[in-house]
């Protein structure tokens, strides 16, 4: 059974950090895309960021235009997590972070449901 837990959301004023992990079970981060979605409040759900991580350990990584050289995803395959390193926060990230298993990248995110519970980041002075 395939099952995914984030966790590492908060508060955090703007230009702060926090580092989400998503650990997974009932399946293999190598040779798997993964993928990181957020909703805004009032918002639909919209992709963050994609990871395929190769059997030798290379990861080629995507990323939404607003969060490029600010967040950082990556995984760790013998733990069976991955992350995301989300630096110089602002208030618009504020949202529901998901993992998911898959490229979402082309994905209609409005018929797409998480798997997971998500954990709540929330940017403001």
């Known amino acids: 059974e395939v099952e995914l837990v984030e966790s590492g959301g908060g508060s955090v004023q703007p230009g702060g950090s926090l580092r989400l992990s998503c650990v997974v079970s009932?399946?293999?981060?190598?040779?798997?895309?993964m993928t990181w979605v957020r909703r805004p409040p009032g918002k639909e759900l919209e992709w963050v960021s994609t990871?395929?991580?190769?059997?030798?350990?290379?990861?080629?990584?995507y990323y939404k235009d607003s969060v490029k050289d600010r967040f950082d995803i990556s995984t760790e395959v013998a733990d069976n997590t991955i992350y995301l390193e989300m630096n110089s926060l602002k208030s618009e990230d504020t949202a529901v972070y998901y993992c998911?298993?898959?490229?979402?990248?082309?994905?209609?995110?409005?018929?797409?449901?998480?798997w997971g519970r998500g954990t709540w980041v929330t940017v403001s002075s």
């Open positions: 998911a298993k898959g490229d979402l990248r082309f994905v209609d995110l409005t018929v797409f449901q998480p």
């Open positions: 009932g399946f293999t981060l190598s040779s798997a895309h």
């Open positions: 990871i395929y991580t190769y059997t030798n350990g290379i990861m080629v990584t």
